[in-house]
């Protein structure tokens, strides 16, 4: 099913329908689905901080003991339980429809029913992305778990590393790096409204770009005295992405480097999984070190068409990064 288009909200109203959202599955959804919601984690550009007016959906991620790997991966059936129900991850996302369907009312209208997700309107104004992962209580058993699986499989848990990636721009990405992000979506919504032609960058790697050119910049300022010294930081910070853009073949961003990780301390080093780590050109998930978001980080890229992600992906954001301008504050 195609998704619905929906009209711009507030994020005031965004976080009211998110907490509203969260705190009707940590009350209810045990009762009424017999699946216990261990987390609810907020991810997507509200979670990272990073959402900026305009059209932008709600990405929740569900952690629960109730869904397993081998659901993920579906190399596993499970038999029929004592109550009559399947309980295999299909069968999961269709009891949890029915169950948001039961409990909003109204307020729920599904659009669709994804491979890992539901997508529904909330409240006839707002895309809903819900999703279903396994528990991890630490990334590092999450790490180890990916070392045992085929590297064809590891695309399939990346959702996983919803919580470490929301942590990491709540927790290690300042302020300021967070309002150039916003700097960045907003000229990537607008100049691709003008010219929806090829692949669409999604806004987490988008983000990670913006974050590692601006420490990137941060580091060679930070012993600058001059008034100006942040006016300088952000156009240091354009020039470094503009080069890293028109350079992308030989792309390879990654978070342990001894300068980056004093500013942003990592989740992993790559040492500790290195049959994790994707080959060249990259940029790694902080949150995942099997993810290349060189990749998989445009809207529309599946693993069947990775290939292509290196022979063209690149080339709107080529064509357009010399128009973008991070010295001017989002509306």
Known sequence: MARVAMAAISQETARRYTHELVDHLNHTMRERTKITPNEVVVGGSLGQETAVPGKFDIDLVIYTREVTTDDIIGQSSRELSESGGLVGYGCLLKRLDEYLNETLQDKYHK?????YSIIFVYQGVVEVDLLLSPWWDAPDNFYRFLTTIPAKIRPSFTMCANK??????QHHVDQKAKELVKRAKAWRNKVWSRNPVGFQPKSYTLSLLVVYAYIRAMLQFSNCKAGNKEERIVDRTK????????NHHKMNIIWDQPGLRKLLPPYYLRREYTSLLPSRPRILDPAN??????????????????HDAINGKWGWFVANIGTLDLSKYVD
């Open 111 to 115: 659009t669709n029913i994804s491979r």
């Open 164 to 169: 470490w990636q929301a942590a990491f721009f």
């Open 239 to 246: 020039k470094i992405l503009e080069q890293i853009v028109y």
């Open 289 to 306: 070190p099997s993810s290349n978001m060189y990749i998989c980080g445009f809207k529309g890229v599946t693993p069947s068409s990775y």
